[in-house]
T-cell receptor, first 112, second 110 residues
């Protein structure tokens, strides 16, 4: 069984559309994250949730909205997609503080 | 604040050694090392907590110098499978998210 799973893996969409990426973890972790990796491979933290509560919200446009229905799920909804949103989005989960975080396989988003 | 990794890229032949450094201007609670192969997710290698320690498994080890806020990843007798991009992720306080460096690309050839 995949520990951290994301869907979809690939997504090609037009500018202005709204899309969602789903993430689920079966590791029993209490903290989940969204990272964005751009074309230069820079891994940037976007959001962090601990037990469904938003802990970290880095400087991310309001068009990005995370939602955590329970501690095993953290979804990312993006409104009014722009070309610059094209990137790989990684979901990750871990136990808060000083422990390994595990990444999902990534979702490749291309905005055309 | 983003940690600084050096070098940006390393090219090795099988069997050669490499050291990748990760430094921060701020005090750190922990340092995590990951390896990412092209088209894949980052994979955890090891974690070092403050208190200054060294860890390793197989031919990959790492150290954390708390006074210098610097960690080093040591790859000895490199194998083709070591190729990829290595990221250090730093945690400044317990419970904060990992902030990653820009990565070091390692290429190992036969």
């Amino acid at each position: 069984d995949t520990a951290v799973s994301q869907t979809p893996k690939y997504l090609v969409t037009q500018m202005g559309n709204d899309k969602s990426i789903k993430c689920e973890q079966n590791l029993g972790h209490d903290t989940m994250y969204w990272y964005k990796q751009d074309s230069k491979k820079f891994l940037k933290i976007m959001f962090s949730y601990n037990n469904k509560e938003l802990i970290i919200n880095e400087t991310v446009p309001n068009r990005f909205s995370p939602k955590s229905p329970d501690k095993a799920h953290l979804n990312l909804h993006i409104n009014s997609l722009e070309l610059g949103d094209s990137a790989v989005y990684f979901c990750a989960s871990g136990v808060r503080s000083g422990n390994t975080i595990y990444f999902g396989e990534g979702s490749w988003l291309t905005v055309v | 604040q983003q940690p600084v990794q050096s070098p940006q890229a390393v090219i090795l032949r099988e069997g050669e050694d490499a050291v990748i450094n990760c430094s921060s201007s701020k005090a750190l609670y922990s340092v995590h090392w990951y390896r990412q192969k092209h088209g894949e997710a980052p994979v955890f290698l090891m974690i070092l907590l403050k208190g200054g320690e060294q860890k390793g498994h197989d031919k990959i080890s790492a150290s954390f110098n708390e006074k210098k806020q610097q960690s080093s990843l040591y790859l000895t007798a490199s194998q083709l499978s070591y190729s990829g991009t290595y990221f250090c992720g730093t945690e400044r306080q317990a419970g904060t998210a990992l902030i990653f460096g820009k990565g070091t690309t390692l290429s190992v050839s036969s």
